[in-house]
């Protein structure tokens, strides 16, 4: 509803937006929005200046048609419109706390219910573009992380919770090597009952593709983390939509065929792995 908000008001504020630039016949691919939020550990907004020319020269995003008004940003790159608003208070409590309990990449992760205002990130473009959507919304926040005193990122649509070091190594990576930062995309939870591990994906669905389960494997947890890893990272690549049946041949030379069937640890079916 935030989100929703946000936008409304931007449309208020600028009539001709450039929203207008991006209007699609009926039958174009829907509209599909990427967000986050960068968590501040202070109340001062981001310099408009400072980071339009950071986000041009660091992450190579064209911001040439930028406006700014009441503490928000949008511009236009091709394929996408960014709005950049700052939110002078902090981001739900509740929310950040039960991520920063799941966040294993983030050990201090407790820090980040001590941030003081928040910097919300929205990425808007075509829904059959969502992984191009995914990497200038990575590139944005990156920028943002880098030019503000933050602690970290929170993605409240796949349960992540990420350290301002780790996102901005993985985003610069994906600069750098035209690497897929999975991890910033992507939540992995690992379970142990006994002797027996399982792993489960979520957020594969952000991609329209179906998430992912091993479950109860008689492997190591680091192995059935591995291997789910290399799945997803395999599926994402490749835009793979696998049916129940089909072969998976994994990055690495694994080789699965998947079943899909009700969901172990979330709601819904997904593709589970033999392992």
């Known amino acids: 509803m935030r989100l929703f908000i946000l936008l409304a008001a931007f449309v208020a504020v600028f009539p001709q937006n450039i929203f207008a630039q991006t209007k699609e016949p009926a039958a174009a691919p829907a509209q599909k929005v990427v967000s986050g939020t960068v968590l501040l550990n202070d109340k001062i907004a981001p310099d408009a200046k400072k980071l339009l020319a950071a986000l041009k020269k660091d992450w190579k995003l064209n911001t040439d048609s930028a406006n700014t008004a009441d503490k928000t940003i949008v511009f236009s790159t091709p394929g996408a419109t960014v709005m950049i608003a700052f939110l002078d208070y902090p981001a739900a409590?509740?929310?950040?706390?039960?991520?920063?309990?799941?966040?294993?990449?983030?050990?201090?992760?407790?820090?980040?219910?001590?941030?003081?205002?928040?910097?919300?990130?929205?990425?808007?473009?075509?829904?059959?573009?969502?992984?191009?959507?995914?990497?200038?919304?990575?590139?944005?926040?990156?920028?943002v992380l880098e030019n503000t005193n933050s602690c970290g990122v929170h993605i409240g649509g796949q349960y992540l919770l990420l350290s301002k070091g780790f996102y901005t190594a993985a985003a610069r990576n994906m600069l750098d090597n035209q690497t897929i930062p999975l991890y910033c995309w992507v939540y992995f939870g690992m379970t142990q009952e006994n002797d027996l591990h399982s792993g489960y994906t979520f957020g594969l669905q952000e991609f329209g593709l179906k998430e992912m389960e091993i479950v109860n494997s008689k492997q190591s947890m680091a192995d059935v983390h591995a291997t789910l890893y290399d799945a997803a990272l395999t599926v994402l690549k490749y835009d793979t939509h696998l049916q129940d049946g089909q072969s998976l041949t994994t990055l690495e030379g694994q080789k699965f065929t998947v079943k899909i069937s009700k969901a172990a640890f979330q709601e819904g079916e997904t593709l589970k792995l033999e392992y």
């Open 93 to 143: 409590p509740a929310e950040i706390g039960t991520a920063a309990r799941i966040s294993w990449l983030w050990k201090n992760a407790d820090e980040a219910l001590r941030h003081q205002s928040q910097v919300v990130i929205s990425v808007i473009g075509k829904s059959n573009k969502t992984l191009d959507l995914y990497q200038t919304f990575t590139k944005t926040v990156a920028a």
